[in-house]
């Protein structure tokens, strides 16, 4: 059975820092590009983050670029999303998703990834 799970999120200031993590079992990770996306209340679904098999290929998106860094480590089956000078607006609950690809995507598209967690609140206050 497939689990991605996330974890490190919290509540914390504008201008703090956190890392989210996402733990993947059940499939051979250096074989998936992997995804952080974000979900605010009411809003849209938002691709943040992208990170290919080997991690020697990023995508970002425009509101990540230069605040947050996608990172992964295979022997550990791991993706991290460092995340520095949060604002309100990066609010929103964290998604990790894994697409069977050699290519990083920043398609929303849901059944373009095989896998999904479950996510991991990050709330940041002004």
């Known amino acids: 059975q497939v689990q991605l799970v996330e974890s490190g999120g919290g509540s914390v200031q504008a201008g703090d820092s956190l890392r989210l993590s996402c733990a993947a079992s059940?499939?051979?990770?250096?074989?998936?590009?992997m995804n952080w996306f974000r979900q605010a209340p009411g809003k849209p679904r938002e691709f943040v983050a992208g990170?290919?098999?080997?991690?020697?290929?990023?995508l970002y998106a425009d509101s990540a670029k230069g605040r947050f860094t996608i990172f992964r480590d295979n022997a550990k089956n791991t993706v991290y999303l460092q995340m520095n000078s949060l604002k309100p607006d990066d609010t929103a609950v964290y998604s990790c998703a894994a697409r069977y690809s050699t290519s990083v995507v920043g398609d929303t598209t849901t059944s373009l990834y095989n896998f999904w967690g479950q996510g991991t609140q990050v709330t940041v206050s002004s």
């Open positions: 059940g499939l051979t990770f250096s074989y998936y590009a």
């Open positions: 990170v290919s098999r080997s991690g020697g290929s990023t």
